[in-house]
């Protein structure tokens, strides 16, 4: 893994509010959402699971302790716990596509913690299951309010869901015109006796 300072453009000696701040900016660059069907989505989904890794590694250790390739790379970098292997996984096989794997994965796990329900939300959403990947990240952010990543992910999803809903109600609105206007030249025509609709 790349040295998590050079990922962020931050240097050593920084807070982590600066540490918090960089990794805003970074991830509302490069957030793969925002480029839809573009061929440079890939990259930036990589771009930001080094950008993860890194804003993970940083928060968790002390801004004060130098970095090192050794000590960063057997390191724990994304997870920590008893499930960690386990999420890796997940988190493998949810951005793979294998979401049946992941799912799979997801039921056998016993605890459902933060970032059970943060892994459990995304797979939700990949599934076009809004609702229930609503109220899985609002769990994950209730359970670890601090984390930016779960705060991020259902700010994503909930702005995702009012456009959704959007054309949903503007095109319920239009069909609703359309039987108002039917209803009322139906009228029109049995008023005039002309019987010409439904044979009045």
Request: glycine share 6%.
């Amino acid at each position: 893994m790349k040295n998590p300072y050079e990922v962020l453009g931050v240097n050593e000696n920084a807070s982590k509010e600066d540490i918090k701040k960089a990794y805003r900016q970074l991830a509302k660059k490069y957030h793969p959402d925002q480029y839809g069907n573009n061929p440079l989505k890939n990259l930036a989904e990589e771009k930001m699971r080094d950008i993860n890794a890194a804003y993970d590694y940083l928060m968790k250790n002390s801004s004060n302790t130098s970095y090192s390739n050794n000590s960063y790379e057997s390191s724990d970098t994304t997870y920590s716990g008893e499930n960690s292997d386990l999420y890796k996984s997940i988190e493998v096989d949810i951005n793979s596509g294998d979401l049946r794997s992941a799912e799979s994965k997801l039921a056998s796990c016993r605890t459902r913690d933060a970032e059970w329900n943060y892994l459990m939300g995304i797979l939700n959403m990949k599934k076009s299951w809004y609702n229930e990947a609503i109220n899985n990240l609002t769990t994950a952010c209730n359970l670890d309010p601090n984390n930016f990543k779960y705060r991020q992910a259902l700010n994503n999803l909930q702005g995702m869901n009012n456009t959704y809903r959007q054309p949903y109600y503007d095109t319920r609105r239009g069909n609703s015109d359309i039987c108002n206007i039917c209803a009322t030249l139906y009228c029109l025509d049995c008023l005039c006796g002309g019987g010409d609709i439904g044979g009045c």
